[in-house]
């Protein structure tokens, strides 16, 4: 199977109202700003998305709500990973149809060893047709994939690409250049597409594209076309700001951008806190130079 999620691709926030219940009018505008923008795919239910501290009746209710509002435009990508693997596996068993990928995080906090990582997505591979693209995030997760141990995976029919996030240059290129036709490996760090793009990464599931997603998607795909001059500029442009959001943790940076042009409030639910005001402020000031 052949990976078709490449290019820009966003991990869509999830808006609350003051009260924390979903603010579903803000999330189908949300969507449409993506869609009149220029991004490839939505991943709906990652760790942006505050997936821990969503209900799984509420994560249906968010996947349907975009669903609804992409109408078939853009590829959707939901986020089912977690730390039991038989539970993974039974909620992809039960999955709807309008779903074009799995997006699902290596196992954490239990820190499995390289063999049971292979086997938890082995298991979970198992119980879906659809693609899926593994995630590395040792930050959160508390434990790496090591390239080994994804290009093992990479054999597997349905698992089709890796969200790299360990920051680990060396990891990620044994990975691009041992990989089998059709694997593909995207970026998980915003701050580093253009450069790990030039070694052969295909693609972002980005965070910042939420804000920004024509200026995101056009230095993507200025990367993609090879012109990395111009790539480099809008890397820079956005360096900035990349840097701002996740000073204080995600998404509470992202959703301040969002809500200084008007597609929501701050809202996030705990344990996430409000960023402070000194970096709000430069957030506001950073996004409205940016757009304006």
């Not at 986020?79 to 992809?92: E, F, R």
């Amino acid at each position: 199977m052949k990976n078709k999620f490449t290019g820009a691709g966003v991990a869509l926030v999830t808006p609350f109202h003051e009260d924390f219940s979903i603010d579903f009018d803000a999330l189908r505008k949300l969507v449409r700003y993506q869609i009149d923008n220029g991004m490839d795919f939505l991943v709906v239910q990652g760790t942006t998305g505050e997936s821990p501290v969503l209900s799984q009746e509420e994560k249906m209710q968010v996947l349907t709500a975009v669903q609804e509002e992409n109408n078939g435009a853009l590829l959707i990508v939901y986020g089912v990973g977690g730390n039991d693997t038989v539970a993974v596996g039974q909620i992809l068993k039960n999955l709807p149809s309008g779903i074009d990928g799995i997006l699902s995080v290596s196992p954490y906090y239990n820190k499995p060893t390289q063999k049971g990582i292979y086997e938890h997505y082995k298991y979970v591979a198992n119980c879906t047709e659809l693609p899926i693209i593994l995630y590395n995030v040792p930050g959160r997760t508390g434990s790496n994939v090591s390239a080994e141990t994804t290009l093992a995976l990479a054999k597997i029919e349905n698992i089709v690409a890796m969200k790299e996030a360990s920051g680990d240059l060396g990891q990620i290129m044994d990975i691009v250049q041992n990989k089998p036709e059709g694997f593909s490996v995207l970026s998980g760090d915003d701050a580093i597409v253009v450069p790990l793009m030039s070694v052969g990464v295909e693609g972002v599931i980005s965070v910042s594209a939420n804000v920004f997603p024509k200026l995101f998607s056009d230095m993507v795909h200025d990367a993609s076309n090879g012109n990395f001059e111009q790539a480099k500029t809008a890397h820079y442009k956005l360096n900035d700001i990349t840097q701002m959001l996740f000073a204080e943790g995600n998404p509470g940076g992202a959703k301040v951008a969002l809500a200084k042009i008007g597609l929501m409030k701050t809202t996030m639910r705990r344990p996430l806190y409000p960023i402070s005001e000194e970096l709000k402020t430069k957030i506001e000031k950073e996004t409205e130079r940016l757009l304006k």
